[in-house]
């Protein structure tokens, strides 16, 4: 069995409490016996090792038991978290799921069958090995959802040595191989996982004081929207020991400010791809951009400025794209780096570079000087074609209280001009009412319209 060594290690657990949802307690002991209680429905819904199967739903205690049932089964996991019907329907299909479960809490379990033939060869390949696999969904540069396909045992290995137990947020979903690292992770070491029903600012932080959560693992979005509703000066966040962000750059401004407001809590730097899993890190300090990665299973080398990355815990390939390894097993992760020592600064995605009649603009370094600006809530920056200069810095702005567009203009360049190179200072400057972050949390880049 795969997980084995999960297993046995989460029975010595006992009567630590394993999730926390909904404000109640499941202990270690409850979460193995409704793991047991899933092989027995599993087993007379047929649903058995080798199959593709996806799992609807987050973080609730029957959600994470089915997971681990899942892997001890040696089924091929697809994690579905709040999805639209049409990417369901495309991800069920890509994936070849022959059983979706959606466990629900309380009442009989309702399994839906798909007539379905696992077809694709990585997954036929993992199948007739006898392993789990994990199936996660992301978008890439063209918007296209790409389906990665693991190993689950590769993903497992790196639980096996022991680390601190520690209460930890539950903040990225299951669908999200930093949700997947964060469940396994606290659970492996003993730790509780404390669940929210809702991702803004006050209910995470009231979590956090409620159940003296001792690490948040977040985005660099998530800690702006922090700093604007000023939450943390609403809840007793004394218990917090530990902030991670990941998933995007992170503005040196937005952590310098959360540097200041949350001066006790130490501020880690992650990485992780949903082809490589998560990497381990070390920041060179609690208020640096500067960040070592790597850890025992991964290799790193810069090739022209880009990281590349070879991880034992690789995907063995997307279901629904080529490969995107070199012939060595190197993975071109697009991400723009600065080099110091041992240590990185991400600048950014290649495909997000703004070109300026040849002069490169990284948007994380524009946005983070915007966002020091009285009145602007958030701002993402974005290149517009242009034919004279190739691209144009575009600026679109969410605002705390309306503003005429000229007055916000005007304030935007005068602020800019000393702190910004004159190309990088926005161009267009649009104001916009929508959210400008995804369900997961991250800086939405799209082509700009334009005010």
């Known amino acids: 069995m795969t997980a084995e060594w999960l297993r046995e290690r989460l029975r010595g657990w006992g009567n630590r409490p394993a999730v926390i949802w909904r404000d109640e307690e499941t202990t270690y002991a409850e979460f193995l016996t409704a793991t047991d209680a899933w092989h027995r429905e599993l087993d007379a819904a047929a649903v058995g090792a080798g199959q593709v199967v996806a799992l609807e739903g987050d973080y609730s205690p029957r959600a994470c038991a089915l997971l681990l049932a899942l892997i001890e089964r040696a089924a091929v996991v697809v994690p579905l978290s709040g999805v639209t019907a049409a990417e369901r329907a495309e991800f069920l299909d890509v994936a070849e799921v022959q059983a ?42 063209t918007g296209k959802n790409k389906a ?8 497992l290995e790196k639980f096996q040595r022991p680390r601190p137990a520690l209460r930890t947020l539950s903040f990225l979903l ?32 009231a979590a956090i004081a409620l159940h ?51 001066p006790d809590v130490r501020l880690q ?7 490589l899993g998560i990497l381990r890190s070390k920041s060179k300090e609690s208020g640096s951009l500067w960040v070592k990665v790597g850890g025992e299973g991964f290799e790193t080398k810069i090739v022209d400025g880009v990281l590349w990355i070879r991880a ?44 300026v009649g040849g002069q490169k603009v990284y948007p994380a370094e524009v946005e983070s000087v915007l966002q020091q600006l009285p009145n ?36 935007i360049r005068d602020y800019s001009r000393g702190k910004l190179a004159p190309y990088k200072i926005p161009v267009r400057i649009e104001i916009v009412d929508r959210p400008q972050f995804n369900a997961r949390f991250k800086k939405m880049r799209r082509a700009a319209g334009g005010v």
């Open 174 to 205: 299951l669908d999200h191989i930093g949700g997947i690292n964060t469940l396994l992770h606290t659970l492996a070491n003993g730790g509780a996982v404390v669940t929210v029903v809702a991702r803004d600012p006050d209910t995470v932080c």
């Open 376 to 411: 602007i809530r958030d701002v993402a920056v974005l290149g517009e074609k242009n034919a004279f200069t190739g691209q144009i810095v575009v600026a679109r702005v969410n605002l705390h209280a309306p503003e005429p567009l000229a007055t916000l203009r005007r304030r």
């Open 100 to 141: 979706v479960v959606p466990p629900a809490h309380g009442g009989p379990q309702r399994i839906e069958r798909r007539a379905v033939s696992v077809a694709h060869l990585l997954t036929r390949a993992l199948i007739e090995r006898g392993e789990p696999g994990l199936v996660l969904f992301s978008s890439g540069a």
């Open 212 to 262: 003296r959560v001792q690490l948040l693992p977040t985005s660099p979005t998530f800690l702006n929207l922090l700093l604007v509703s000023e939450a943390y000066q609403r809840h007793d966040l004394s218990s917090l020991e530990l902030v991670t962000y990941g998933t995007e750059v992170m503005p040196e401004s937005t952590l310098r400010r959360v540097r200041e407001v949350l």
């Open 312 to 355: 034992r815990s690789a995907m063995l390939g997307y279901l629904n794209a080529p490969s995107p390894f070199d012939d060595e097993g190197w993975f071109n992760t697009q991400d723009m780096v600065e080099v110091d020592g041992d240590y990185i600064r991400i600048l950014g995605r290649a495909t997000d570079i703004i070109n």
């Open 269 to 275: 730097q992650t990485y992780g791809l949903s082809e």
């Open 148 to 155: 990665a396909l693991h190993g689950f045992a590769r993903l």
